[in-house]
């Protein structure tokens, strides 16, 4: 393990902090995997005012839990503190939770830093997602295309199979008009691809 400078952090991403296109310009992303922790759609929360579309929407992002045994995929990301707050304002119903030295294995075999931390769902908002609290396309979209991006079809295949909660929270379906203030657009191959993976899990949908 290697000590952080005074200007550095780094932090565990397992859903859309995996996908580099949300992140701020030059952060280092390092794929691993995380022993310990279980990833499920358990976080139920409303858009703050002033955050366009998704103002007042009733939304269900991701969330993990600690589970001795269980292993997730997903990035550690080197960023400067100087970001730390911008980066705690977009996980503003999330805490940082620190991580076992020796949790995170990268596949590149790298050396990382002893102080390291996740952002866990708050109690309060730790709730399974429901008709009231979806799950947002656009934002299973980009996740979903993060993931693809560093492990491909076995990294899709991975996300949806260790992610608990796809036979209980329904998706509504806003690719085509997204909620999610940081959605991409995916190649219709990619977007083809996810709809098949969910409908191997009897992803439910809804329609507003």
């Known amino acids: ?25 030059g952060t280092t992303v390092i794929a691993g995997q995380l022993s310990g922790w279980k990833r499920e759609w358990r976080g139920c929360s409303k858009g703050k005012e002033g955050n366009g579309r998704m103002s007042g929407v009733g939304v269900c992002a991701l969330g993990v839990r600690r589970e001795e045994g269980s292993v997730i995929r997903g990035a550690m990301v080197l960023d400067t503190k100087a970001n730390l707050p911008a980066l705690d304002k977009r996980e503003w119903h999330y805490s940082r ?11 590149c075999g790298r050396q990382m830093p002893a102080d390291t931390f996740l952002y866990q769902v708050q109690d309060q908002y730790a709730h399974w997602g429901n008709d009231e609290h979806p799950i947002l396309q656009s934002y299973a979209d980009c ?20 992610t608990d909660g796809w036979d209980r929270v329904p998706i509504l379906k806003d690719r085509e008009d997204p909620y999610y203030p940081r959605a991409i657009v995916l190649s219709k191959e990619l977007a083809a691809t996810i709809d098949d993976l969910l409908k191997s899990v009897n992803a439910q949908y809804l329609n507003r």
């Open 97 to 107: 939770k620190s991580l076992a030295d020796g949790s995170f294995v990268p596949d």
């Open 1 to 25: 393990m290697t000590d952080l400078t005074q200007d550095q952090i780094c932090y565990f991403g397992y859903g859309s902090l995996v996908n580099e296109e949300t992140l701020p310009t």
């Open 143 to 162: 996740v979903m295309a993060g993931f693809y991006r560093l492990w491909g079809q076995e990294g899709l295949e991975h996300f949806v199979e260790t």
